[in-house]
């Protein structure tokens, strides 16, 4: 009886914020390239901390952007997680740390089950056009992940366990995370160094199969940093990241031979990081990242080579009322992949041979501060080795309105351009699964996407009689007209020759992607509120929706604190009205629903729990169905208890 009246209330009037009112105002720096209140952003940027990442996360960044309206996370084929931004997938959502783009083992999509937690000072999420400061790919959004600079002493250690309360594989696997945080000032040098450990033993929907529905997976994170800031304003930092990943999920027997055959992932990244800085006047960053995979079915693997070097610099002027911001950044990927031979001895088949594209490109932006009033006008040119010349423009304005009877109104606008080359994959991939009937396949007369796009957002803030509760409402329109739109397709006639269900990358002529995101905050005293709403319209040139992309979306949470310092949250997610693809034959289910809870409590200034149950309905996805070929949008996920304890040594 309590749990329905929280989902009535959560749909009622209770409207949560993220802990924000009553907190001091978090400076942001996606929007602008430069350090400013998150309130005077002439961008709108949305924020988690470090605090409400371990409320949220188990671990990585998978779960935790559901929190953020208007975001739709995703399990993708590879049973990891990406997102979609005003109707664009994953493929135009970049994603940053500090600044600098990760590695994409699928595509453009940077997979966020990859990416740990331990050290992040917060995440800033940019909904929009963003190709003027990033380039290719940011055409739906940017997602940064910004990674803590500075830090008091500290050892602080963490373990968490969890268990798939209907679905587990073995009814005795449990799984299992330990991090380890730590930070130390030597010689006026300051040392960091987490560790992060996940296990995960996946769940099973039918056992009486051998198939299984989520793999078991083996995640490790291993952070290093040194820095030191002179006495000059200068700062040195260096970093160094490796991540590995085991997966295993069984799949399926062929008739008449021994053994089964399942699914694998073996993953191992290394990534360095060097940059130098003098305040915010300059800065420059250099980043090299070389992934290394071996995935498919365990008759089918494959060997990924993937790398990533770039080196970004930047300055910055003030000038009065004035700031320009200019950069120039070098970049260059290399991809190299290899179908295993399926046979002892025999040599494995090449697929693509050491392919590489590099692009130089060149920003500015300047920003004019008009009393309370910003204009901000930028441009951005990129030579790309492939693809030649690209160029995007894009102006936004900030109106704020005088506080009158403790209220502010704000106008944000910006109207732009985008584009995105296409990835190394998409241009060469060979993915051939004759032996199960098709193969998906690259296409090397690919064009570069380009896209106008243009939002509005009006903001209302109201400190209601003193200053623990506050009312913030806000409406965000947006419209995009992409052009060349790259979509997987049907290749009727290699489908008709071959009997194979061949599908190829190609350019759509044209997509309108539009649609509006209402949001209402709400602090009040010690409980926080927050409700989003938002309606995505995506059709190509012919008027045919855009498939995997819910029309509608709710998002509500309760973020209350309890006697005894116990906090409780209780966040729920619905989606609705997607629209199956040409390949899919009908609808099993085209809405779902999510609620998730925890608690947690600082017991003193060394320990503190957390405990809660994740999709508390276990609400998921008809697997049987979607091998039928029906589109089942509910996401591949089961009920999850968890509970974890941390303590601070210093």
Known sequence: ?????????????????????????????????????????????????????????????????????????????????????????????????????????????????????????????????????????????????????????????????????????????????????????????????????????????????????????????????????????????????????????????????????????????????????QGEVWRVQGRYINHLETSGDSNSLRDADITLMEIDSQYLWNIEDLELVSGLVLHTDELYQIKNATEQGASGTVEIDDKARDSVEAYTQLSWQLDEHEVLAGIRAQHDSEFGWHSAARVNALFSFSEFQQQQWKLRMGVGQSYRVPTLKERFYVFDHSNLGYMVLGNEELEPEKAVSANLEITYVKQLGNSNRDLSLSVNTHYSKAEDFIETVTDVEATASTGLLISRYSNVEEAVLKGLDLSANLAWGKVDYQLSYSYLHATDHNGSHLSDRPTHQIKANLDWQLPFDIHGLIYLVYENGSYPTAQQLGIEKDDWSSLNLSLSQSFNQNWHWVAGVDNVFDNHQNTDAVAAGLLDVRPLSSRRVFAGISYQFY
């Open 1 to 277: 009886m309590k749990l329905t009246a929280v989902v009535v209330c959560l749909f009622g009037l209770c409207m949560v914020n993220q802990a924000r009112s009553t907190v001091m105002e978090q400076i942001v720096v996606t929007g602008t390239r430069s350090s400013i209140d998150q309130s005077d952003s002439p961008v709108s940027i949305d924020v988690i901390s470090a605090t409400q990442l371990q409320k949220l996360s188990h671990g990585t960044l998978a779960g935790a952007l559901n929190y953020i309206p208007g975001v739709v996370a995703k399990r993708n084929a590879k049973d990891g997680y990406t997102v979609q931004m005003q109707g664009f997938d994953e493929n135009h959502v970049l994603i940053l740390m500090d600044s600098q783009p990760l590695i994409s083992p699928t595509g453009s999509a940077v997979d966020l089950d990859q990416i740990g937690v331990v050290d992040i000072e917060r995440i800033e999420v940019l909904r929009g056009a963003a190709s003027v400061l990033y380039g290719s790919s940011a055409m739906g959004g940017v997602i940064n992940i910004i990674t803590r600079k500075k830090s008091e002493n500290h050892l602080k250690l963490k373990y968490q366990t969890s268990s798939y309360t209907q679905n587990n594989i073995d009814s005795s696997d449990i799984g299992h995370q330990i991090q380890l945080d730590a930070s130390q000032n030597i010689l006026g040098w300051r040392g960091n160094i987490s560790l992060q450990k996940i296990e995960d033993p996946g769940f099973d929907y039918d056992p009486n199969t051998i198939a299984q529905s989520a793999p078991s997976t083996d995640k490790h994170f291993v952070n290093l940093g040194l820095s030191k800031q002179f006495d000059d304003a200068f700062g040195l930092s260096l970093k160094a990241r490796y991540f590995s990943d085991d997966k295993q999920k069984q799949r399926y027997e062929i008739p008449g031979q021994a053994g089964e055959i399942s699914y694998l992932s073996e993953v191992e990244r290394w990534q360095y990081d060097l940059a130098l800085n």
